[in-house]
């Protein structure tokens, strides 16, 4: 849901993000439909998720682990200018164990420009 309230700012609402800004600072430049995309791993959860695991985890840990893969499909919501003046995308992703006993659902991040790639 798109409004704008009383102070001149626009709120976008619904799951699983709220996001409101000026449109006046241009900061924010928010999708009409979020897009799907891939999201590097590296950015889940740095690089150390994917660097420095054990090289030999137990079965349990292989089929209830969280599988982070080298690109995770998404949603991009936006993209935020952030105050050094980079823009990041602000991303949705959902990541889950081998056999689905655990689950992360629509973890809510901002990635750098080149840790996104659009999907056609």
Not at 40 to 51: C, N, T
Not at 61 to 84: D, F
């Amino acid at each position: 849901m798109v409004g704008v309230d009383d102070s001149e700012q626009v709120v976008r609402t619904g799951a699983p993000v709220s996001l409101s800004w000026n449109p006046e600072e241009g900061c924010v430049r928010a999708m009409e439909r979020p897009r799907r995309v891939l999201v590097d791993g590296r950015a889940l959860g740095g690089a150390s998720v994917l660097l420095f695991a054990d090289p030999k985890p137990t079965m349990g840990v292989r089929a209830g682990g969280l599988r982070v893969l080298g690109e995770n499909p998404g949603w991009q919501l936006a993209w935020v200018r952030v105050s050094s003046g980079q823009w990041v995308a602000l991303v949705t992703v959902s990541i889950s164990s081998a056999n689905e006993a655990t689950s992360v659902r629509d973890l809510t991040l901002l990635v750098g420009p080149d840790d996104v790639r659009l999907i056609d």
